[in-house]
């Protein structure tokens, strides 16, 4: 198994512990990012298309369908569920996510599998999903930002889930795929530059809160 990749998939199931057990036990979505969470989900439905008609592993499968039900139950929680529904800050959750990035992914997608030639509609989800992932923290990175004190167990879900998690599962998806080219192109252009950029926020969030200021 590919280390980088395994590495990717035991932090993003750390991260999503975390915030599970950050919403039980605070009974309130306060500081956290509907938007990201949406965001993830639509990155699992659209890697993960292959789920029912293609079997790799048991490990696999079994990793594909808990990242979409936690994703999908997390973001039930936060939508419908009280306590959490009534605690969750809509206003402070603002960064236009379909605009700046489901959009740009899905058009860079489709150029990048135009210069491949290979416009399957498999193989253009699977690569707007390599590039919505770079993005996805972005609008809980904003919401962090519009808060003046951080909490520990939301710092903890964003550091296992940015330098770690996406970066790692990144690189892991060179030495899995065949589509390389999608991968290396995205990396260099995209992935690279967005990750350091998420690493560097949410450091300052979670290192020097007092700074930020709430908007």
Sequence with gaps: MNLFRLAGDMSHVVSILVLILRLRSSKSA????????????????TRYLDLFNTFYSLYNS???IAYISATASI?????????????????QDSFLHVKFAVAPCAV?????CLMKRELYPVDVLWTFSIYLEALAIVPQLFVLQRYR??????????????????????IGSIALTTNRFTVII??????????LLCMWTSSTTMLFPSIMEAS
């Design 75 to 91: 973001i039930y929680m936060i939508r419908f569920k009280e306590p959490y529904k009534s605690k969750y800050d809509r206003s």
């Design 186 to 195: 995205g990396l260099c252009i995209f992935l690279v530059p967005s990750k």
């Design 149 to 170: 004190e951080v909490e520990n167990l939301t710092g903890h879900y964003v550091f296992f889930l940015v330098p770690i998690a996406s970066f790692t599962s990144s």
């Design 62 to 64: 079994i990793m594909k």
């Design 108 to 112: 860079l997608a489709l150029i990048s």
């Design 30 to 45: 306060v500081g956290i990012s509907l938007k990201t969470q949406e965001l993830f989900l639509l990155v699992f439905v």
